[in-house]
Every structure is written in C-alpha cells, then in structure tokens.
C-alpha cells in the first residue's frame, strides 16, 4: 500500500483542516482499499449487508450473525466476522477467507450498481433526516475535535456525496434509488429502520426466511435477546469498530485513546428539533428532484407505508 508520512497524532480543529487531512492522509488508503473490496467475486450463498451509513448497518450484522451461529459472541470485534468491503484491504483481511456459519456475510455501503454482483443482499433504510443527524452525533468529537464542524457543514456531504471525501459510494439518495430499482429481485431484501424497530420479531422471521434458515422457538427466543439494544449495548465492545480505529491510528488519522461506538442508547433527539429549518427543506427538495421522479415516493414516510404494506 505505500509508506504514509506520519501526521501530528491529533484531531482536526476545523471544517478546512478536516477536508485536508481527509484528502491527504485518508483518502488515498481508503481508495486503495475500495478498488480491492469491489474486484471481489460473490457466490450465490454470500450475503451483503448494505445500508448507507448510520441506517441500521450493525443492527443487520448482528442478526445475520446470530442467525447462522445461533448466537455466536465469540469475537473481538463485529468486523472479524463480517468484514467490511470497502476497508478489507487496509484491515489486512481476506474476503475469499471462510467465516463462521454455512455462509459468508460481509458488510458494506454500498449501492446496487457498485456493490459485488452475484450474491445476497440486504438493505435497511432510514429517514433521510435521522440518519444525517445520527452520522453527524457518530463522528463529532471523533473524527474531529467536538463542535469543530458543524452539523451544516457536515450536512452538505450527506446530502451531495462523498466520493472524494474518503472514498463514500454515492450518496444517500443514490443509494436509495438504486436499490429501490431491485425491490423485486428475489436476492434483494428491503427493510426500512423504522419498520424494524416497530417489529423485531416480524424482522428476524423475514431475514431467516430470507437466508434459508429454520427458525425454532429456542432460536426465536435467543434472537429475541441478542438483537436488542439492551443486549447489544451489553456487549458494545464488540461493535466499537476497534480493528478501523487500529487502523486509522497506524497512519496517525485520528486518536487511538478515543472510541467510537456503533451502538448507543436510544437518546437521539428528533431531527426536525436538531436540523435547521433550510436543510430540511432542502432536503425535501432533493428528494423531490431525485428521489420522486425515480420511485414516484412522494416522501420518506410514502416509503415506509409502502414497505409495510409490501410485507403483509
């Protein structure tokens, strides 16, 4: 991968200092890493976990796994048995590598027309408005020093892309449309966050159905437990992304003394509370230019409503 110039071990301070170190430092690994993970070829039986970012990601990871387990905890970090695509290169790890269970799962962000094609794959969505709110609460005071950047700033890469700024397929509608355009391919299941939230059990029911696997009442009871919050918080080392942060230390991007967590308590505040008044309106405005004109969903909600119906 090359030799990376050591960088002064601290968090940028600054919206301009993040996009410098982001460009120079991150980007060029992270891009490596990306060529790699997408040159892989899937097999009928593997499994990609796809959301775009913060829309339910290592939720999916954590029922999948403990489906093909039956409750395996057996790991330091979610990422040693679900790898991540796009970072597999740079964390050293094989993707053609077995796994635990009769199957490979693998983890992503991926959209429909980047992601490796020929095997199984499974997308939560979540509300345009949550899931920024949510990434921006994830890296604030992570990825830079806190209030550095402010949740405007951040706002314009989730909203128009981040394919220079680290290596991001796309964007969140980008994402959404092109899987949207598979909702009828029978190795495609959709979910929606909110949806999962309201039913866990009717979630694990479709994504064992889904992935061929016959539920019991001593699973259906050992799902119950470890796909809650509760439980996952329980064990929240394990889903801290510790091999990343190892990583990004090694090339000196970010401080290896602060953790991040992909799991946290149910605190998010509601983003019409958070988010000011014009980048919700200019959020519904790209989702009426893009989002409208490719599905004819009106809004989120048209999505989730539709998402529910399409499962009865």
């Known amino acids: 991968m090359g030799t990376m110039i050591p960088q002064k071990l601290i968090r940028p301070s600054s919206w301009a200092e ?20 997408l040159s892989y070829q899937a097999i009928p039986s593997d499994v990609f976990i796809t959301p775009f970012a913060k829309c339910g990601t290592t939720w999916l990871e954590q029922i999948t796994h403990s489906l093909r387990t039956r409750g395996d905890m057996d790991f330091r970090d979610i990422l040693e048995v679900i790898p991540w695509v796009e970072m597999a290169y740079w964390l050293r790890q094989d993707l053609y590598a077995s796994q635990k269970g009769e199957f490979k799962v693998f ?26 709110v949510s990434d921006y609460q994830f890296v604030d005071g992570y990825s830079w020093e806190k209030g550095a950047v402010s949740l405007e700033e951040h706002a314009n890469l989730f909203m128009y892309g981040r394919d220079g700024e680290g290596g991001w397929d796309g964007n969140y509608w980008k994402h ?14 959709l979910l929606c966050y909110e949806n999962m939230r309201e039913d866990l059990a009717g979630t694990i029911d479709k994504i064992a ?38 990583a990004m230390a090694n090339i000196k ?5 602060k953790g991040i967590s992909m799991v946290k308590e149910n605190r998010l505040s509601s983003p019409n509370q958070l988010l000011p008044k014009y980048i919700e309106e200019e959020m519904g405005s790209i989702w009426d230019k893009l989002v409208t004109r490719n599905t004819g969903l009106l809004s989120y909600e048209d999505l989730v409503q539709f998402m529910k119906k399409d499962s009865k």
């Open 18 to 37: 993040w996009l410098e170190r982001s460009q120079n430092i991150l980007a060029p690994v992270v891009s490596e890493s990306i060529k790699h993970g």
């Open 107 to 132: 983890k992503c962000h991926l959209s429909w027309d980047a992601v490796p094609k020929g095997g199984r794959y499974i997308v939560s969505f979540r509300d345009p408005k949550a899931a920024l």
């Open 176 to 189: 959404l449309i092109s899987w949207w355009e598979q909702r009828d391919n029978p190795q495609v299941l």
């Open 209 to 246: 159905s889904f992935l061929g696997i016959e539920m019991d009442q001593e699973l259906q009871t050992l799902m119950m437990k470890h796909s809650s919050r509760d439980f996952m918080l329980t064990y929240q080392s394990k889903f801290s992304g510790s091999l990343l942060q190892e």
């Open 253 to 257: 991007y970010t401080p290896p003394s």
